[in-house]
């Protein structure tokens, strides 16, 4: 299984970006996907997350839209209103186990990982 992001870059606060996760090596449509994202100094955390049919949970409600495309294989995050910080290196996973029924928050719920994308918003 791999799973390439990009995307990640240099902004100013206020400004926008859109993460990309493309998956392979996995059945993609029958995975929960996920975004997590880790600052220097600090645990990684939760970002977003959704099912195989498009449900979704998200910590950053109002500027994060997480979103994904079956026939592409891939997840995507729509950031908007960055601030400075939104700063960190963020992470696409996918769920440890396919069919799952839920949206899960942690780590453990996740079997699969990205290399991450750095995203840095100057202010």
């Known amino acids: 299984v791999q799973l390439q992001a990009s995307g990640g870059g240099l902004v100013q606060a206020g400004g926008s970006l859109r993460l990309s996760c493309k998956a392979s090596?996995?059945?993609?449509?029958?995975?929960?996907m996920g975004w997590f994202r880790q600052a220097p100094g600090k645990e990684r955390e939760f970002v977003a997350a959704?099912?195989?049919?498009?449900s979704t949970t998200n910590s950053v409600q109002g500027r994060f839209t997480i979103s994904r495309d079956n026939a592409k294989n891939t997840v995507y995050l729509e950031m908007n209103s960055l601030k400075a910080e939104d700063t960190a290196m963020y992470y696409c996973?996918?769920?440890?186990?396919?069919?799952?029924?839920?949206?899960?928050?942690?780590?453990?719920?996740?079997?699969?990982w990205g290399q991450g994308t750095q995203v840095t918003v100057s202010s």
């Open positions: 996973a996918a769920d440890i186990r396919p069919n799952s029924r839920r949206l899960g928050a942690s780590d453990y719920d996740y079997g699969y």
């Open positions: 090596g996995l059945t993609f449509s029958n995975y929960v």
């Open positions: 959704i099912s195989w049919s498009g």
